[in-house]
Each structure stands twice: as C-alpha cells, then as structure tokens.
C-alpha cells in the first residue's frame, strides 16, 4: 500500500458508530493492516478540548455558529496534526465522524445551511475529504432508544425531538450529495451482525485502493 485511504462512520445517534468503528479497527489491527482508529471532535489534545466545550451540557447558550466554527477548528488541527500525516505514511485512517456531520448536524439540524457549512469546513479541510464512508442506518426510532439507554448524554444527546429528526433528514440530504463515497451498512440488526457487514464493506472499499 503506497497511499494511505481515509474511511470515516457516520450515522444518526444511536447508530452504534462508535461501538462498530473500533471494532473494525481491532480486526483490522489484528490482520495486519497499517490501520489507526481516531474520532470527532477530537482525536488529538487541542481537538479533545475543543469537544469538551461543545458536548459540555452546561453550554446551553452556545450560539449555532459558534457550534459549528468550533467544530470546524477541531477538525483542521485534527486534520493536519494526525489524520494527513497518517496518509502521508500510507496508514488507513478510520475516523468516527467527520465533516458530513457537520453538514447534518450544524447545516440542517441548526439550519444554517448545508452549502454554508460545507463552505466553512472547506476552508477548514482544504479539500481533504473522505475516500470512503461507512453510513450506520439505523431507524430513528431505534436509535432514540439506544441513546436513552446508555445514559451520560451529552450536549447534543439532550436536544428535542425535532432537532433529531432534522438530523435525519440533513444525513438523508448528505447520503444523496456523496453518494459516490458512501456506503450504507443497516445497523438496525444484531451488533454482531452490523459489525460483520461493516467489515464485509470496509473490504469492499480496501480492494478499491489496494
């Protein structure tokens, strides 16, 4: 492997993305792949603090475009900090969440605008987008209960209804625009039976680029 691919999971929450990610990313591991696992917001220290203060609970009053220009300024440090020079040493990057979350989350769910946020996080990502996402399809139905079960909610976790479902449709929106890189994998199933089609796709997308 000469070049290094750059996959990112998204879904709806409750999706089970975090939870099926890093697990493909052990499989991966084990098989002895040159694979590293990082997430969004986050993934190095000043990222971390940046999603300290937009998942804190307490920010209640955060304004929906400092929201996304917060999201937006974790993602370039992130960006240039870990995941490029991981591709630059011919890794595969897996990346829980990245900028079509933006897009569904901030663009539609805080109607700002889907082309308002993809312009701002294109300033942000100079163009680097994913080669490949894996999209956990989950009902919303579904997902809203899995969310309510495993507690320790987050800023986000705690909006309506209706800013959910809003979500939903901005990831509808988002599946339609990318459909070339976008691999949808349903994640209503059995958690064993969702990471196993995941990785059946994940090596759909590696014999692309291998």
């Not at 089970?16 to 990610?21: I, P």
């Not at 308002?116 to 987008?129: Q, R």
């Amino acid at each position: 492997m000469h070049k290094g691919i750059f996959i990112t999971f998204e879904g709806n929450d409750g999706c089970g993305k975090t939870t099926v990610s890093r697990r493909i990313y052990d499989i991966l591991k084990q098989q002895g792949y040159p694979v590293i696992y990082t997430r969004e917001p986050g993934g190095i220290s000043i990222a971390e603090q940046i999603r300290e203060i937009i998942l804190n609970p307490d920010n209640t009053a955060m304004d929906a475009r400092t929201e996304a220009l917060l999201y937006a300024a974790s993602r370039r440090q992130h960006l240039i900090e870990k995941i490029l020079p991981a591709l630059a040493d011919g890794k595969i990057v897996l990346c829980d969440r990245f900028i079509d979350s933006s897009l569904a989350y901030q663009g539609v769910g805080r109607g700002l605008g889907i082309e308002e946020v993809l312009h701002m996080n294109g300033f942000a990502v100079e163009d680097h987008m994913p080669d490949a996402t894996v999209f956990l399809d989950v009902s919303f139905e579904t997902g809203m209960k899995r969310v309510q079960l495993r507690g320790n909610k987050d800023r986000l976790d705690n909006e309506a209804k209706e800013f959910h479902l809003l979500v939903a449709k901005g990831y509808e929106e988002v599946k339609r625009r990318f459909a070339d890189r976008i691999y949808c994998v349903d994640a209503n199933d059995a958690l064993d039976d969702v990471i196993a089609h995941t990785y059946e796709t994940i090596m759909e997308i590696l014999k692309r680029y291998v």
